[in-house]
């Protein structure tokens, strides 16, 4: 194939994706916009389909994601739980993009992120306008009451900066994400991402920055992330019939068979995947 041939092939891809990006967005409510077209936190509808654009690339054919049972996603707000891995929120990125292009309901996603992120100089403003929020328990219930769906991580940036040797190893839950859940009365829906940790193997991190608030500095092994596929297993919604301010003992107990139900897909995944790439 010519160069031209082949340059003509990548606008055709491209163009299809574009189209099928404003598809979804098409179907998309986003509720609270004010006169300039912004939210109460600053997402920006205008922006997103190009900002999605090079994202569904990505997910498309870079990490070339594989959903399994994702249309168990209710047709309802619901608190998606993931662990979290990779280094960088990797994760986030594509467990976002298949909510937004291959559910059955496409919806925009938000996602809880640490509050440095809203300090990084350009990068915490245009996470902003793209829709992602501080994670703060009245910021997660106000999205859940205006019909959002939430994607938070309860291992929080433990889970993201594990070394490789110690790869899909489940950090502890916080309690903040089943309270969160049984306050809006919304179900959790546990997801297990498989493929993003060989995307960026780590030898560990440099906690040099932590007295400022920043998080550790992973030690890379490669600069740019490596292209291994994404499988993200979608599970069964739970609902608990608990009450948002019970004793930590009966939240406690209710967590762990949230992340046991993560670990159970992770496991499943490992053990299905025929290979990294």
């Given at each position: 194939m010519s160069l031209l041939e082949n340059a003509m092939g990548w606008a055709e891809i491209w163009s299809r994706m574009k189209d099928e990006v404003d598809e979804a967005f098409e179907s998309i409510d986003f509720p609270d916009l004010n006169e300039f077209g912004q939210d109460p936190f600053g997402l920006q509808p205008a922006l997103l389909p190009k900002a999605a654009l090079p994202l569904y690339w990505v997910y498309s054919h870079y990490f070339r994601v594989q959903n399994y049972h994702i249309d168990r996603l209710p047709n309802e707000p619901c608190l998606v739980v993931s662990n979290h891995t990779g280094q960088l929120p990797l994760d986030a990125a594509m467990i976002t993009a298949a909510v937004m292009t291959d559910a059955d309901h496409p919806r925009l996603l938000r996602a809880m992120v640490d509050h440095f992120v809203g300090r990084l100089p350009f990068v915490g403003s245009f996470f902003e306008k793209c829709g992602q929020v501080t994670g703060t328990p009245e910021n997660c219930l106000y999205l859940l009451s205006r019909g959002y769906s939430v994607l938070v991580f309860p291992e929080g940036a433990k889970g993201?900066?594990?070394?490789?040797?110690?790869?899909?190893?489940?950090?502890?839950?916080?309690?903040?994400?089943?309270?969160?859940?049984?306050?809006?009365?919304?179900?959790?829906?546990?997801?297990?991402?498989?493929?993003?940790?060989?995307?960026?193997?780590?030898?560990?991190?440099?906690?040099?920055?932590?007295?400022?608030?920043?998080?550790p500095i992973p030690m890379l092994t490669t600069l740019v992330p490596l292209p291994t596929q994404f499988h993200i297993h979608w599970g069964e919604p739970i609902r608990f019939s608990a009450e948002y301010d019970d004793d930590d003992e009966v939240i406690t107990g209710l967590v762990e068979k949230v992340r046991d139900r993560i670990r159970g897909m992770i496991e499943i995944g490992l053990e299905r995947r025929e290979s990294v790439f």
């Amino acid at each position: 194939m010519s160069l031209l041939e082949n340059a003509m092939g990548w606008a055709e891809i491209w163009s299809r994706m574009k189209d099928e990006v404003d598809e979804a967005f098409e179907s998309i409510d986003f509720p609270d916009l004010n006169e300039f077209g912004q939210d109460p936190f600053g997402l920006q509808p205008a922006l997103l389909p190009k900002a999605a654009l090079p994202l569904y690339w990505v997910y498309s054919h870079y990490f070339r994601v594989q959903n399994y049972h994702i249309d168990r996603l209710p047709n309802e707000p619901c608190l998606v739980v993931s662990n979290h891995t990779g280094q960088l929120p990797l994760d986030a990125a594509m467990i976002t993009a298949a909510v937004m292009t291959d559910a059955d309901h496409p919806r925009l996603l938000r996602a809880m992120v640490d509050h440095f992120v809203g300090r990084l100089p350009f990068v915490g403003s245009f996470f902003e306008k793209c829709g992602q929020v501080t994670g703060t328990p009245e910021n997660c219930l106000y999205l859940l009451s205006r019909g959002y769906s939430v994607l938070v991580f309860p291992e929080g940036a433990k889970g993201i900066s594990k070394p490789f040797h110690r790869a899909y190893e489940l950090q502890n839950f916080g309690q903040g994400f089943l309270r969160l859940a049984l306050q809006a009365k919304v179900p959790i829906v546990p997801v297990a991402v498989v493929g993003a940790e060989e995307a960026l193997p780590s030898l560990g991190t440099l906690d040099v920055l932590s007295r400022v608030g920043m998080p550790p500095i992973p030690m890379l092994t490669t600069l740019v992330p490596l292209p291994t596929q994404f499988h993200i297993h979608w599970g069964e919604p739970i609902r608990f019939s608990a009450e948002y301010d019970d004793d930590d003992e009966v939240i406690t107990g209710l967590v762990e068979k949230v992340r046991d139900r993560i670990r159970g897909m992770i496991e499943i995944g490992l053990e299905r995947r025929e290979s990294v790439f």
